[in-house]
Nanobody, 121 residues
Framework: VQLQASGGGLVQAGGSLTLSCAAS????????MGWFRQAPGKERSFVAS??????RTSYVDSVKDRFTISRDNTKLYLQMNSLKPEDTAVYFC?????????????????WGQGTQVTVSS
């Protein structure tokens, strides 16, 4: 199984991007999914997660009210608004082993390859 993240790029501060994540060969309609990011020189960290039905979401405090995670039958999305230079990172999508949204990276079993987001000041 491969997860393909896309939609990253270079944007000015205050701008917007939408990341997408698609899975090859199968769907994960019964699994929670999430987004993580890794900034240069830092460890990978939680950004947002969504339950299997999409009715429960959670966010790291630094992105609340700016980012929105969503999903449909085939893809996971991350709408990012009011981007800041500190949002610069490689963003990873992931599939959780359960249906419950979680910020814990050890609860995720499949990971995408990452897409670069760069926010200039």
């Amino acid at each position: 199984v491969q997860l393909q993240a896309s939609g990253g790029g270079l944007v000015q501060a205050g701008g917007s991007l939408t990341l997408s994540c698609a899975a090859s060969r199968r769907t994960f309609s019964n699994n929670a999914m999430g987004w993580f990011r890794q900034a240069p020189g830092k460890e990978r960290s939680f950004v947002a997660s969504i339950s299997w039905r999409g009715d429960r979401t959670s966010y790291v405090d630094s992105v609340k009210d700016r980012f929105t995670i969503s999903r449909d039958n085939t893809k996971l999305y991350l709408q990012m608004n009011s981007l800041k230079p500190e949002d610069t990172a490689v963003y990873f999508c992931a599939v959780a082993k359960s249906s419950i949204a979680t910020p814990r990276s050890n609860e995720y079993i499949y990971w995408g390859q990452g897409t670069q987001v760069t926010v200039s000041s």
